[in-house]
């Protein structure tokens, strides 16, 4: 069993700084490229974020030179560190992280799951 738990959300003003953190534990071998998404009401989820296993990262236009996304491989955590932060960035984020699964033996194979989702609201 394999858990994704996402924590930092909250309520912020505009302009302010918010970070998320996505610590993944359970039967884990490795784990590949880890990102961000978030979806807000009437919208589909889009990609805020992703890092692969080597630190190569990708971002959404709308959060370039705001956000930064890291990883702890030793944790197999990562984090989404969130500056400036306007109202159109309300959202539910949502942690996903591509795993190969552990048997207490040998790996398995490929998955890829999601977090509960952290509510984040910025305020006007």
């Known amino acids: 069993q394999v858990q994704l738990v996402e924590s930092g959300g909250g309520l912020v003003q505009a302009g302010g700084p918010l970070r998320l953190s996505c610590a993944v534990s359970g039967s884990i071998f490795s784990i590949n490229a880890m990102g961000w998404y978030r979806q807000a009401p009437g919208k589909q989820r889009e990609l805020v974020a992703a890092?692969?296993?080597?630190?190569?990262?990708n971002y959404a236009d709308s959060v370039k030179g705001r956000f930064t996304i890291s990883r702890d491989n030793a944790k197999n955590t990562v984090y989404l560190q969130m500056n400036s932060l306007k109202p159109e960035d309300t959202a539910v984020y949502y942690c996903?992280?591509?795993?190969?699964?552990?048997?207490?033996?040998?790996?398995?194979?490929?998955?890829?799951?999601w977090g509960q989702g952290t509510q984040v609201t910025v305020s006007s």
């Open positions: 996903n992280a591509d795993y190969v699964g552990w048997d207490g033996l040998a790996p398995t194979r490929d998955y890829d799951d």
């Open positions: 890092i692969t296993s080597g630190g190569s990262t």
